[in-house]
Each structure stands twice: as structure tokens, then as C-alpha cells.
């Protein structure tokens, strides 16, 4: 592979967030809008290993990804807004859902190019959308050694999941997924996040799956993005103990996204007004 495929995997796919270069991009300082973030995630992404060894993870016999169900209700009896401290602008969110909808038409182009047979050869076929056990390891690489805990209150969510290996997405990855798959990963991540906490793999698999969601929506897959919405802010509301507030920063964003651009008004924050 040429050198000059830096953004690019050992397959020449772009990454599922393609992001513009931003002028005086400081990675040092905590982003301040949605596309800082994903270039702060671009960046670190990086210094990942191509191969990770993982523990193996015990799933139900299943394998399916409604396991998630069997945790019970977690999270869904309440949303919880943004503190005044840490809550958006409204400015703030209108760039974020414009960066969003970019994003959005970005994926729907090579989802048409992609059914049209263009780039085949250069696509490699991904695990079964199934294989929860695989695709743990290759989303979150080395698993910690409580991993075999279930959640079983809000109480007992944990707030950060610190990562040993595991890779970002792949646009070609993304593109092979049938409609099915984007929301059973959805359901998948969203359990996960209740399980180990939240990390920045998980921000960036989140956001290229919503990315990827078909409008207008059916009422479950509704239900799948509101328990998502719900974990994300209860993680949030522990944000004093989250020391990347860039972590915070992503939260903000999925929970941005999910209530403004997907119509989830409810579950959303009162962003901040701004004078002209």
C-alpha cells in the first residue's frame, strides 16, 4: 500500500467518518463541536495495532444480538438533561446535526456505489453481523476482567471503559451491513455501553451506525435509539468522574443527534441560547 493511504486501512477503505481538516486543531485541548471530536478520534485511532488479542467472551447461546434484553429494563424509566456545566449551546447543536446530515449524504453516495459493484475487489468480507463474540473483540479489543458482570441498576452502570486495542469502523464495513444488522448492532452497542461504559471506539461505532439508519423509522428501532439516549445520559449525569471530557463531549453529540435529528424531542437537552 502506498504511504500516501494514510487514511486509509490495509484494504484502501476510507474510515465509515470522512472529516475535514480543521485549521488550528489543537488535539491537547477538549473539542468543542462534533467534527473536533471525530478528528481527535481520527487521530488517536492511529496508534492502534492493526491485530489485537482478546479474552473470549461468554454470549447466550443465542448469539443474537436481543441478549441485550435479557439485562431487563436498564435505563428506561428516565432521561436525564444536561447539567448547566456541561450543557450545549444551541449553536452547538445545529452544527452538530449539520455535520450529521453531511456525514449522512457522504454514506448514502458510496452506499450507491457500493450496490452498483464499484470497489469490490477491494472489499473484504466482514464476521457475520451475529458473532457478537468477534465483533466484540475487534470493537473492543482486550476485555477487563469484570466483563462477565451484568448490569442490574442504573446505579451499577459504569461510567468509563478503558480499552486495550479495537478498531474504528470501516466505511466497506459499514456498507456490507443489510439494514437488519445497523439496528441489531444498535441494540448490541447499546447493551454494551451499560455493561462496560462508555469509550471512544464505542462513539465512533455508535455514530457510523446512526449514520447509517433508515428514516423514517419503525417503532422498534425507535425503541433501540431511546435506550441508547437514556444509557448515554446516565453516564453523562457522572460526568465529574469522566476525566477525557472529550468522552463528554461525544455523549453530547449522540444524545444531540438522537433527539433532534431522529424527532426524539422528549429525550433532548435544553441547549443554551445564544444572543446574535
Keep these: 500500500m502506498d504511504e500516501s493511504d494514510g487514511e486509509h486501512d490495509n484494504l484502501a477503505q476510507p474510515t465509515a467518518l470522512p472529516v475535514s481538516n480543521i485549521t488550528n486543531f489543537d488535539p ?7 467534527e473536533e471530536y471525530l478528528k481527535r478520534v481520527q487521530l488517536e485511532a492511529k496508534s492502534y495495532p492493526d491485530v489485537t488479542i482478546a479474552k473470549s467472551l461468554k454470549h447466550p447461546k443465542s448469539g443474537h444480538s436481543n441478549y441485550s434484553k435479557s ?23 445545529d452544527d452538530t446535526i449539520r455535520c450529521f446530515k453531511s456525514i449522512r449524504d457522504k ?15 477491494d472489499v473484504e468480507k466482514t464476521p457475520h453481523f451475529r458473532d457478537l463474540q468477534l465483533w466484540r473483540k475487534i470493537i473492543l479489543g482486550n476485555a477487563e476482567e469484570s466483563e462477565e458482570k451484568n448490569c442490574e441498576s442504573d446505579s451499577e452502570i459504569k ?15 459499514i456498507l456490507q451491513f443489510p439494514q437488519v444488522a445497523v439496528i441489531d448492532f444498535l441494540e448490541t452497542l447499546t447493551c454494551w455501553v451499560k455493561k462496560y461504559g462508555w469509550c471512544h471506539q464505542l ?20 425503541s433501540v435509539i431511546r435506550e441508547l439516549s437514556r444509557a448515554c445520559s446516565i453516564i453523562r449525569a457522572k460526568h465529574k468522574q469522566i476525566e477525557d471530557k472529550s468522552l463528554v463531549t461525544s455523549l ?25
Design 159 to 173: 461510567v468509563v471503559y478503558k480499552t486495550n486495542g479495537g478498531k474504528g469502523p470501516l466505511l466497506s464495513t
Design 203 to 222: 462513539a465512533v461505532w455508535i455514530y457510523s451506525l446512526l449514520a447509517c439508519l433508515d428514516i423514517p423509522l419503525h417503532s422498534e428501532t425507535v
Design 71 to 93: 439485562y431487563g429494563l436498564l435505563a428506561t424509566e428516565r432521561f436525564i438533561k444536561a447539567e448547566p456545566e456541561i450543557c450545549q449551546s444551541q449553536v452547538w447543536a
Design 28 to 34: 491537547s485541548v477538549p473539542p468543542s463541536s462534533g
Design 252 to 276: 453530547n453529540l449522540i444524545i444531540c443527534i438522537i433527539g433532534l435529528f431522529f424527532g426524539q424531542l422528549d429525550i433532548t437537552d435544553d441547549f443554551i441560547k445564544t444572543s446574535e
Design 107 to 121: 454514506v448514502a453516495e458510496a452506499r450507491e456505489s457500493f450496490s452498483n459493484g464499484l470497489h469490490l475487489k
